[in-house]
Every structure is written in C-alpha cells, then in structure tokens.
C-alpha cells in the first residue's frame, strides 16, 4: 500500500459559488496545488483543485465538481493526502514529519528510548513527542542538531543527546 501523507484539509465554504476554504500543511502553502489530484484519506475520493486567492489562515480554491455552498460546506473537515513519493526530496538536513514519527530513539550510549510519537511546533520551533516503556508522560525533546545529532531515515532511528531531565536516568 502506498503511504499517503496529509498535505491539508478543507475547512468551509467561501461565498455562494462553491468556492471551498482550504488549509494547507505544505511549506510554501501555495505549493498545494502542485500535486495533481488530491486524495481522501482512504482514497476513495478524488479532488482537483484551483487555488483562487489567499485567505486568513488558507486558500479559497475551486474544486471540480463542486458548485454549490451546500456542496462546498459538505466537504468541511475533510482531511486531503498524497502519496509519499509525490513530495519533493528535501535537502539532507530537512527531513518531513510523516518519516519522523515511528522512529527509534537512541541515546548516544546505545540505550533505547522510546519512539517518536509526533513531531510538533507551537511557535518556537520544532520538537519530539517520544513515548515508551519507562515513561509515564511522553518526552519532549526540541528537534535541534545539538538535542538530535543523527538522524538516519534509511536505519529507522534518531541519536539523541537530551539535556538532562527529559528521559529518566
């Protein structure tokens, strides 16, 4: 099965000619409309999109077949995908969320950590939610080069070197 990974999700109606609102996940957002069609989470449904203009917090766009409020409001909350390899490769220090998460994690001793559970970002920058045996509350690592020196996709692991108090001794 091919992954898929959430590139945005359609959030309302915008006006009464069917225009969607969308939100993008993709950096630059606009880039969105460069992956052809545009899946449903199981795939089952396809979308092509036009993207109209910018809106607060998104895009208003046109999707094809849709051509009512009523059609546009239906689509509110559904979340849209590609398939992995549709993505651009990234430079060798950026790497996407959808590959982090599931990751081992390592200490620089060899001693296993946990997983990579999410990877978010409220503003400050990125960092790790790791759970695993031994942690009651998942950590919180910052997703620096000095916190997270190694990161090796193709091995499926990350060398962490957390500073003191994030993973219990």
Do not use: W
Not at 48 to 71: D, H, N, T, Y
């Amino acid at each position: 099965m091919t992954r898929m990974i959430s590139v945005g999700v359609f959030v309302g109606a915008f006006g009464v000619r069917g225009e969607v609102r969308l939100k993008s996940f993709c950096s630059p957002p606009e880039a969105i409309a460069d992956y052809g069609p545009l899946s449903s989470e199981g795939g089952e449904n396809k979308y092509e999109i036009k993207l109209i203009k910018p809106i607060k917090q998104g895009f208003a766009v046109r999707v094809k077949g849709i051509a009512s409020r009523e059609q546009a409001e239906a689509l509110a909350g559904t979340r849209l995908f590609v398939a992995r390899a549709a993505l651009p490769a990234l430079a060798d220090d950026e790497f996407y969320h959808a590959d982090l998460i599931g990751l081992a994690v390592f200490d620089t001793g060899g001693r296993e950590l946990g997983r990579v559970a999410a990877v978010e970002n409220h503003g400050a920058g990125d960092y790790l939610e790791i759970t695993g045996p031994g942690l009651k509350n998942p950590a919180l690592l910052p997703f620096t080069r000095e916190a997270v020196p190694t990161v090796d996709l193709a091995a499926g692991r990350l060398i962490v070197d957390a500073p003191e108090g994030v993973f219990p001794p």
